[in-house]
């Protein structure tokens, strides 16, 4: 079961917010008995990129044989609480 804090991968794209399947998050809210969450993705650099409310079938815990990869996130809107 997936709770608050734990690390996630998208297994779904989030177009509206520039997330690809990959993404990597950190739950930082749980809705209900787990049929959403709200997941935030980070830079590299720490900063919040995106947060976003994911319906539970669109996203799966990392495993300890993953690591993370760098990727640009894709041209659209600004970074949360930055402006592009």
């Known amino acids: ?7 996630v991968v998208l297994t779904s794209p989030v177009p509206n917010h520039r997330l690809e399947i990959g993404d990597v998050g950190t739950v930082v809210h ?13 830079t590299l ?20 044989r993953e690591i993370t990869r760098a990727g ?3 041209a659209g809107a600004p970074l949360a609480g930055r402006a592009e």
Do not use: N, Q, S, W
């Open 45 to 64: 650099d720490g900063h919040t990129a995106v947060v976003a409310t994911v319906a539970a079938d669109a996203i799966r815990p990392v495993t300890d």
């Open 30 to 42: 749980v809705y209900g008995d787990g049929t959403a969450f709200e997941v935030e993705f980070m």
């Open 72 to 74: 640009e996130l894709r």
């Open 1 to 7: 079961m997936i709770k608050e804090h734990d690390r």
